[in-house]
């Protein structure tokens, strides 16, 4: 009987069983959900604040935040579900997100003008810790490693 909680015990603590491919709301893929929520929560409340209070003190600032937010949600639905479609939305979401940081980041610094109030994405993140240019990368790859695990198992 000890020998059955043992092998029960087991078969919970190991997400991924051998030979099993990895699916994206696992291990890692978890927490990557679990910040994208976070940010999503923030980013589009605090837009909607902003925008609600305030819109025409920043509406570029403003309109950057909540689309960053949507952004967001949109990549921790993807992350969450494990359909092949999903997969290719959170990928995106993750590309787009990156290229808004970068974008954004690089405008908030060479014209400082065009944001007069921060977004999530200006100056690359730097109210945020830099989460949101880390959280595409790492985002985009642990989707990449969850392709080729589950592309490995079909082969």
């Not at 405008?107 to 240019?133: C, K, M, N």
Request: aromatic residues 8%.
């Amino acid at each position: 009987m000890p020998d059955d909680v043992s092998a029960a015990r087991e078969t919970r603590v190991s997400e991924t069983p051998p030979g099993e491919p990895i699916v994206s709301r696992q291990g890692p893929g978890r927490l990557l959900i679990g910040i994208y929520t976070v940010f999503a929560v923030a980013a589009c409340a605090r837009a909607t604040w902003q925008i609600a209070t305030d819109f025409d003190a920043a509406p570029l600032a403003y309109s950057l935040s909540a689309l960053a937010g949507l952004i967001y949600l949109v990549a921790a639905i993807g992350i969450a579900r494990p359909d092949n479609t999903s997969h290719v939305v959170a990928a995106v979401s993750c590309a787009v997100e990156l290229a808004g940081v970068l974008a954004v980041g690089g405008f908030s610094l060479i014209r400082p003008d065009l944001f007069p109030e921060a977004t999530v994405w200006s100056h690359f993140g730097e109210g945020y810790g830099y989460v949101p240019l880390i959280l595409p990368v790492l985002g985009l790859l642990w989707l990449r490693k969850v392709r080729r695990s589950t592309a490995g198992e079909r082969d």
